[in-house]
């Protein structure tokens, strides 16, 4: 089998219901470019019948469709970063299973990886969500890039991108468990452009993700790529640490001059209940981070492979002319 040029990283997650189109279409649009090309599915944890249709899927070309089958659900960027393990191409491209990132477009991805970009990065023209989904999105970007300047996307969450096997073999050796890939690849990037991808109402099914879903995987964002968050708190305590110095001398001298007294003592309640919140906030940041140095120091796997269902990258090429005649 000759090596693949173009590897296609697909998670899956509860898409029985998309996944023939998403195989139609896919497969019709990479011939179209006439490379040889690979597509690796991870079935993360699915409920539904996807993996025994993946399964399927590989049987139909057993020599270009490869399964890697998760012992559970390790979420969609762990999905990917198995992909990213096995890979054999030279470009490789991330999309999702539900159709949202039209197949077709892929073409233009590879275009501009030949014109020598390491990313690509795509942002979503006329962009078919639920309109809090527009605007969480909206808000977040805008927070994101003052946050992380360095960081330069126009939408970062559109899954249809590419990179090249430098910089996933890059991703793949990190080791995060909590990470989000199209962050990790820019922190490598030399050379990453963007380009205008169509965008679609999922085809079927429904989304795995939910509004607190959404917020922990932000906050996955956040804290895997700045510290932001930490310095914010630090300049907010300073600043409170002040004001109170000069509260505690005012409310002093109120004693001197006035003598013991309790009015405004609702007041001061007030205050204490905004500060306590604040602090609680605070400590709540520091704690996703805590969370997350102590998943990545206890080095657990960060996804567990039941089976892999492929066929060796050397087979002879007769091996499957052979098998197919048979099949015939
Ligand atoms: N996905 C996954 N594991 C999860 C959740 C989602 O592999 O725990 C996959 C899902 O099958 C799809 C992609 O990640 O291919 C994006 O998920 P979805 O379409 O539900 O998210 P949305 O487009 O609504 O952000
Ligand atoms: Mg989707």
């Known amino acids: 089998m000759s090596r693949p040029y173009i590897s296609v990283v697909i998670p899956v997650h509860n898409e029985q219901e998309v996944l023939e189109e998403l195989y139609t279409r896919l497969t019709s649009a990479l011939d179209k470019l006439n490379k040889p090309y690979e597509i690796i599915l991870t079935n993360d944890g699915s409920t539904d019948n996807s993996a025994s249709m993946l399964r ?14 998760f012992n559970g659900n390790f979420g969609q960027h762990m999905a990917i970063m198995a992909g990213f393990e096995k890979v054999r191409g030279d470009i490789i491209i991330t999309m999702d299973a539900d ?20 990313v690509v990065n795509t942002y979503r023209q006329d962009r078919q969500d639920a309109w809090w989904r527009l605007k969480v999105s909206k808000w977040h970007n805008q927070l994101r890039e003052k946050m992380m300047p360095k960081l330069k996307m126009k939408d970062e969450g559109c899954m249809l991108r590419a990179y090249s096997r430098q910089i996933v073999d890059l991703m793949a050796s990190t080791g ?37 879903k959404l917020i922990r995987y932000n906050f996955d964002l956040v804290t895997g790529f700045s510290v932001f968050p930490l310095q914010v708190f630090t300049m907010i305590g300073l600043a409170i640490s002040l004001c109170s110095f000069g509260f505690v001398v005012f409310l002093f001298l109120r004693r001197l001059i006035h003598g013991p007294e309790v009015e405004g003592v609702f007041t001061l309640f007030a205050i204490l209940f905004f ?29 567990v492979i039941k089976e892999i269902i492929e066929r060796p990258q050397d087979e002879p090429i007769m091996q499957i002319a052979y098998e197919a005649n048979a099949k015939n």
């Open 176 to 212: 995060e468990s909590t990470t989000f890939i199209p962050a990790l690849a820019l922190t490598y990037a030399a050379n990453p452009t963007e380009v205008g991808v169509a965008h679609a109402e999922r085809s079927a099914g429904t989304s795995s993700y939910n509004f607190y």
């Open 56 to 69: 399927e899927l590989h049987a139909r070309r057993p020599h270009q469709i490869r399964i890697i089958d």
């Open 275 to 303: 500060l306590i919140g604040i602090v609680l906030f605070g400590l709540g940041i520091v704690g996703e981070y805590i969370g997350r140095i102590y998943q990545e120091v206890r080095k657990r796997p960060r996804f």
């Open 99 to 118: 159709l949202q990132n039209p197949p077709e477009e892929i073409g233009k991805l590879v275009a501009a990886m030949e014109a020598g970009h390491d």
